[in-house]
């Protein structure tokens, strides 16, 4: 990527981002905190624990529900087995587990090999309903090479990083 097409891409976020989404980009780009992220998620959290205010843009309620709580999760957290978001869930568990040291406690290795093939599974392979459907692309399961699941969708990986190449606006969105 060229420093001109991150640069138009930082501004656009930068202008219309979420505090939340601004400090997640610091965090990946800019060596920011993750302490900052967090404190920008507790604008989302409610009384009850749970969490609301559109923090999931879909969802406008600002009352605690699942699905938001959910969203929380995957932020404090650094979607399996029916579809993309429940394979999340599973991704979460299986790196808290490991990074916990609590490998014991289920067989990882085989969570890891059913959660490969659904990442395969879940990643929209059609590449002509990229360019106007809700689609699962692999940066929703991997952000790395490092990715245990990178190897299996390297091309797909390739392809989504292009794709956001060709259709960045001229203001960076």
Same mark, same amino acid.
């Given at each position: 990527m060229?420093?001109?097409?991150?640069?138009?891409?930082?501004?656009?976020?930068?202008?219309?981002?979420?505090?939340?989404?601004?400090?997640?980009?610091?965090?990946?780009?800019?060596?920011?905190?993750?302490?900052?992220?967090?404190?920008?998620?507790?604008?989302?959290?409610?009384?009850?624990?749970?969490?609301?205010?559109?923090?999931?843009?879909? %969802?406008?309620?600002?009352?605690?529900?699942?699905? =938001?709580?959910?969203?929380?999760?995957?932020?404090?957290?650094?979607?399996?087995?029916?579809?993309?978001?429940?394979?999340?869930?599973?991704?979460r568990?299986?790196?808290?587990? =490991?990074e %916990?040291?609590?490998?014991?406690?289920? #067989?990882?290795? %085989?969570?890891?090999?059913?959660?490969?093939?659904?990442?395969? @599974?879940?990643i929209? %392979? #059609?590449?002509?309903?990229?360019?106007?459907? @809700?689609?699962?692309?692999?940066?929703?399961?991997?952000?790395?090479?490092?990715?245990?699941? @990178?190897?299996?969708?390297? #091309?797909?990986?390739? @392809?989504?990083?292009?794709?956001?190449?060709?259709? =960045?606006?001229?203001?960076?969105?």
């Open positions: 060229s420093n001109q097409t991150f640069d138009r891409a930082r501004a656009f976020i930068y202008r219309n981002a979420r505090p939340l989404d601004i400090t997640r980009f610091q965090v990946h780009f800019e060596n920011g905190s993750k302490d900052a992220v967090l404190t920008a998620l507790a604008a989302y959290q409610n009384e009850d624990g749970g969490f609301g205010h559109a923090l999931e843009p879909d %969802a406008w309620n600002p009352n605690s529900s699942p699905i =938001q709580t959910w969203t929380a999760t995957g932020y404090m957290a650094g979607d399996f087995l029916g579809d993309m978001h429940t394979a999340g869930c599973f991704i568990l299986m790196e808290y587990a =490991q %916990a040291g609590s490998t014991d406690i289920f #067989d990882v290795a %085989a969570l890891k090999n059913k959660l490969k093939a659904q990442v395969k @599974y879940s929209t %392979a #059609d590449k002509s309903a990229w360019e106007s459907g @809700y689609i699962c692309k692999p940066s929703q399961f991997f952000s790395s090479r490092d990715s245990i699941f @990178y190897a299996d969708n390297k #091309d797909t990986a390739g @392809y989504e990083c292009d794709f956001i190449l060709r259709t =960045q606006q001229p203001d960076g969105s």
